[in-house]
C-alpha cells in the first residue's frame, strides 16, 4: 500500500479530470492512468453492463497508414504483416487484426479501420513504438506511417451507450458492430467506431487532444454515463473472454493456440485466394489443418477463490497441463473467472482439472468462452 | 483498540485477541471477494501469513500480529466477503487469539498514531 512513483510517467490529455473524478492513479504502460474512481472496480464493472461507462484509452497507439502510390498496394503491403483478410474489408468497416512473427507468434493485436484513402490503426500502448516501428520498416515503400501523438481516445461502453453519445453525434445510432465514420462535433472531428473491449455495445471515439475534456466532460454529464477505470476494464475484457497482449497471447503464443482462428479469414488460409504470404505463416496453416498443441480455454474455479495469473493447472493425475494467463473474479457473474492454456486434451468444455492456489491443488472446470454473452449491435 | 503497520487492528476481548483490518486496508483493497481463514486451534507465531484476502483487483494476506493460538474464527466473512468493506471494524473480524501476555499490545500504535501512521 505503498504510493507508486510518477517519475518518468506520461501523463494523458485528461489527467487533471481522472484526479479531479477521484481517480487513483497507477503506472501502467508507461503512462500515469486512473485504475478506478471511489465507485470502486465492482460498481464500475456492474454499471457498465446495466447502463454506460467512458474510458480513457488515450494511452493506446493511433497510427495513420497513407498510401504513397495506390491504395491496393499499402493493402498488400499491410496484409503481408498479418494473416488477415484486409483487401476484403470495406469502406467505413473495422476488423481486429494481430501482426505475427516469423516463428507465428504474436508481435501485438490491433484494430483496423478503412476509412476510404488510407488505413487507422489502433495498437496496444506497450507495443506502439515496437509496432510503429515495425510498419515503417515493412511499409516504408507503400506508406507514410503516421504515429498520432495529439489525439485521445476514449470508449463509451454499455446499453446506454448509443443513447448518450447521439445525443451530441446524431449518426452514431445508424452505425452498426464494427462501422466506423467521421464526424464534424463541436469537439472536433470525430472518428467513431462502433466497437470496444467489454463485450458490449459501444463505440471507441476518436478525438483532437483539444476537445477531449469537452467530450468526456459532456458525456459524464449524461445521466446513465460514469467513469471507469482500468480495473474494470480489464474485469468486463475477462468476462467477454477478451486476450489481453502480453497475458494472454505474446510472441510464444500463436494466433491458433490462442483460439483467435476468427480472425484469419478464409482468404488468407490454405485453399484462399491470398493464402500464407504472412510472417510465421507455415506454423499457422500448419496448426490451422492438424490443430495446435495447446489451446487457451475458459476456466471456472469450482470453489470461491480466485486462480491468478501463473496458476499452475494440473490434470487430476498430476500431469502438468499448463497456466492461467488471465484470472479474478467476474462481478457480473459473480463467481471467480479465468483463462488460460492447457494441453489440447485437456482443452473440451467440462474437462476438470486441478489449479495450485498457495500450495493447494483445486477444481476448475474447462469452460466455454465468453462467460458473459456479448451484446454487441451486429 | 491497537494498529499493527500492516493495517490489522487488535481488541481485547476477555482473555483473548480480536484481529481485523482497518477501514483504510478495506478502502484500499477495494471489493473484497474471496476470504481465507486459517484452521482454529493453530499455534502461530507473530508474522505468520494466517488469512488470504481477494479483492477485485489483486489478493493480500493478513499476518498474525502476536505470537498465540486461533481459537475461533469469522467463518461468516467465507460466505459474505463483502463484509470486509461494509463493517471492517466490527462484524467483520477476522479470528480471535489467545495470547500469553496482553501486555505485549503495549508495543502497538493508539487510534493516533495510526491515524498519523496512515496520514
Same mark, same amino acid.
Given at each position: 500500500?505503498?504510493?507508486?512513483?510518477?517519475?518518468?510517467?506520461?501523463?494523458?490529455?485528461?489527467?487533471?479530470?481522472?484526479?479531479?473524478?477521484?481517480?487513483?492513479?497507477?503506472?501502467?504502460?508507461?503512462?500515469?492512468?486512473?485504475?478506478?474512481?471511489?465507485?470502486?472496480?465492482?460498481?464500475?464493472?456492474?454499471?457498465?453492463?446495466?447502463?454506460?461507462?467512458?474510458?480513457?484509452?488515450?494511452?493506446?497507439?493511433?497510427?495513420?497508414?497513407?498510401?504513397?502510390?495506390?491504395?491496393?498496394?499499402?493493402?498488400?503491403?499491410?496484409?503481408?504483416?498479418?494473416?488477415?483478410?484486409?483487401?476484403?474489408?470495406?469502406?467505413?468497416?473495422?476488423?481486429?487484426?494481430?501482426?505475427?512473427?516469423?516463428?507465428?507468434?504474436?508481435?501485438?493485436?490491433?484494430?483496423?479501420?478503412?476509412?476510404?484513402?488510407?488505413?487507422?490503426?489502433?495498437?496496444?500502448?506497450?507495443?506502439?513504438?515496437?509496432?510503429?516501428?515495425?510498419?515503417?520498416?515493412?511499409?516504408?515503400?507503400?506508406?507514410?506511417?503516421?504515429?498520432?501523438?495529439?489525439r485521445a481516445?476514449? /470508449?463509451?461502453?454499455? +446499453? $446506454? %451507450? !448509443?443513447?448518450? @453519445?447521439?445525443?451530441?453525434?446524431? #449518426?452514431?445510432?445508424?452505425? *452498426?458492430?464494427?462501422?466506423?465514420?467521421?464526424?464534424?462535433t463541436l469537439f472536433g472531428p470525430m472518428?467513431?467506431?462502433?466497437?470496444?473491449?467489454?463485450?458490449?455495445?459501444?463505440?471507441?471515439?476518436?478525438v483532437p487532444e483539444g476537445g477531449a475534456e469537452g467530450l468526456?466532460?459532456?458525456?459524464?454529464?449524461?445521466?446513465?454515463?460514469?467513469?471507469?477505470?482500468?480495473?474494470?476494464?480489464?474485469?468486463?475484457?475477462?468476462?467477454?473472454?477478451?486476450?489481453?497482449?502480453?497475458?494472454?497471447?505474446?510472441?510464444?503464443?500463436?494466433?491458433?493456440?490462442?483460439?483467435?482462428?476468427?480472425?484469419?479469414?478464409?482468404?488468407?488460409?490454405?485453399?484462399?485466394?491470398? /493464402?500464407?504470404?504472412? +510472417? $510465421? %505463416? !507455415?506454423?499457422? @496453416?500448419?496448426?490451422?489443418?492438424? #490443430?495446435?498443441?495447446?489451446? *487457451?480455454?475458459?476456466?471456472?474455479?469450482?470453489?470461491?477463490?480466485?486462480?491468478?495469473?501463473?496458476?499452475?493447472?494440473?490434470?487430476?493425475?498430476?500431469?502438468?497441463?499448463?497456466?492461467?494467463?488471465?484470472?479474478?473474479?467476474?462481478?457480473?457473474?459473480?463467481?471467480?473467472?479465468?483463462?488460460?492454456?492447457?494441453?489440447?486434451?485437456?482443452?473440451?468444455?467440462?474437462?476438470?482439472?486441478?489449479?495450485?492456489?498457495?500450495?493447494?491443488?483445486?477444481?476448475?472446470?474447462?469452460?466455454?468462452?465468453?462467460?458473459?454473452?456479448?451484446?454487441?449491435?451486429? | 483498540?491497537?494498529?499493527?503497520?500492516?493495517?490489522?487492528?487488535?481488541?481485547?476481548?476477555?482473555?483473548?485477541?480480536?484481529?481485523?483490518?482497518?477501514?483504510?486496508?478495506?478502502?484500499?483493497?477495494?471489493?473484497?471477494?474471496?476470504?481465507?481463514?486459517?484452521?482454529?486451534?493453530?499455534?502461530?507465531?507473530?508474522?505468520?501469513?494466517?488469512?488470504?484476502?481477494?479483492?477485485?483487483?489483486?489478493?493480500?494476506?493478513?499476518?498474525?500480529?502476536?505470537?498465540?493460538?486461533?481459537?475461533?474464527?469469522?467463518?461468516?466473512?467465507?460466505?459474505?466477503?463483502?463484509?470486509?468493506?461494509?463493517?471492517?471494524?466490527?462484524?467483520?473480524?477476522?479470528?480471535?487469539?489467545?495470547?500469553?501476555?496482553?501486555?505485549?499490545?503495549?508495543?502497538?500504535?493508539?487510534?493516533?498514531?495510526?491515524?498519523?501512521?496512515?496520514?
Amino acid at each position: 500500500m505503498t504510493d507508486h512513483t510518477t517519475e518518468g510517467l506520461k501523463r494523458l490529455a485528461l489527467h487533471d479530470l481522472h484526479v479531479a473524478l477521484g481517480g487513483k492513479m497507477v503506472p501502467f504502460a508507461g503512462y500515469e492512468m486512473p485504475v478506478q474512481y471511489p465507485a470502486g472496480v465492482m460498481t464500475e464493472h456492474l454499471h457498465t453492463r446495466a447502463q454506460a461507462g467512458l474510458f480513457d484509452v488515450s494511452h493506446m497507439g493511433q497510427v495513420i497508414l497513407r498510401p504513397k502510390g495506390d491504395m491496393a498496394a499499402l493493402v498488400a503491403g499491410f496484409e503481408a504483416l498479418m494473416p488477415v483478410d484486409v483487401a476484403g474489408l470495406p469502406e467505413g468497416r473495422q476488423r481486429y487484426g494481430l501482426f505475427t512473427n516469423e516463428q507465428g507468434g504474436i508481435l501485438d493485436d490491433l484494430m483496423f479501420a478503412n476509412p476510404g484513402d488510407h488505413l487507422f490503426v489502433v495498437v496496444n500502448a506497450a507495443c506502439k513504438a515496437a509496432d510503429v516501428a515495425h510498419m515503417q520498416a515493412h511499409l516504408a515503400e507503400v506508406a507514410e506511417v503516421e504515429h498520432l501523438t495529439d489525439r485521445a481516445l476514449l /470508449a463509451l461502453q454499455g +446499453p $446506454g %451507450a !448509443e443513447a448518450a @453519445l447521439s445525443a451530441w453525434v446524431p #449518426g452514431v445510432a445508424e452505425m *452498426r458492430f464494427m462501422d466506423v465514420r467521421v464526424f464534424d462535433t463541436l469537439f472536433g472531428p470525430m472518428w467513431v467506431s462502433r466497437s470496444g473491449y467489454t463485450g458490449e455495445d459501444g463505440f471507441e471515439i476518436s478525438v483532437p487532444e483539444g476537445g477531449a475534456e469537452g467530450l468526456a466532460r459532456t458525456l459524464l454529464a449524461t445521466p446513465g454515463v460514469m467513469p471507469i477505470g482500468l480495473g474494470a476494464r480489464d474485469s468486463l475484457r475477462l468476462e467477454a473472454g477478451l486476450c489481453l497482449y502480453g497475458h494472454d497471447i505474446d510472441t510464444g503464443t500463436s494466433p491458433v493456440e490462442a483460439g483467435l482462428t476468427w480472425a484469419i479469414q478464409k482468404a488468407r488460409r490454405t485453399g484462399g485466394a491470398r /493464402a500464407g504470404g504472412f +510472417p $510465421g %505463416a !507455415e506454423r499457422i @496453416l500448419r496448426e490451422l489443418a492438424e #490443430g495446435p498443441e495447446r489451446l *487457451r480455454v475458459g476456466l471456472a474455479p469450482q470453489t470461491r477463490a480466485p486462480m491468478r495469473e501463473g496458476t499452475a493447472l494440473f490434470s487430476p493425475d498430476g500431469t502438468p497441463l499448463g497456466e492461467v494467463t488471465s484470472g479474478g473474479f467476474g462481478p457480473s457473474v459473480q463467481a471467480p473467472i479465468a483463462m488460460g492454456y492447457v494441453a489440447a486434451s485437456h482443452a473440451a468444455p467440462g474437462t476438470a482439472l486441478e489449479g495450485e492456489v498457495r500450495g493447494k491443488r483445486m477444481a476448475v472446470t474447462v469452460t466455454p468462452l465468453p462467460f458473459q454473452l456479448t451484446t454487441y449491435k451486429r | 483498540m491497537k494498529y499493527t503497520k500492516e493495517h490489522e487492528w487488535m481488541r481485547v476481548e476477555g482473555d483473548l485477541v480480536v484481529v481485523g483490518i482497518t477501514e483504510h486496508a478495506a478502502t484500499q483493497l477495494g471489493d473484497v471477494v474471496f476470504v481465507e481463514l486459517p484452521e482454529t486451534e493453530t499455534m502461530v507465531a507473530e508474522g505468520d501469513e494466517v488469512c488470504v484476502i481477494e479483492s477485485v483487483k489483486a489478493a493480500s494476506d493478513i499476518l498474525a500480529p502476536l505470537d498465540g493460538e486461533i481459537v475461533e474464527v469469522n467463518t461468516k466473512l467465507v460466505d459474505k466477503p463483502a463484509l470486509v468493506n461494509e463493517d471492517p471494524t466490527g462484524e467483520a473480524w477476522f479470528f480471535k487469539m489467545k495470547i500469553d501476555d496482553l501486555a505485549a499490545l503495549d508495543d502497538y500504535m493508539d487510534e493516533d498514531e495510526y491515524a498519523d501512521f496512515i496520514g
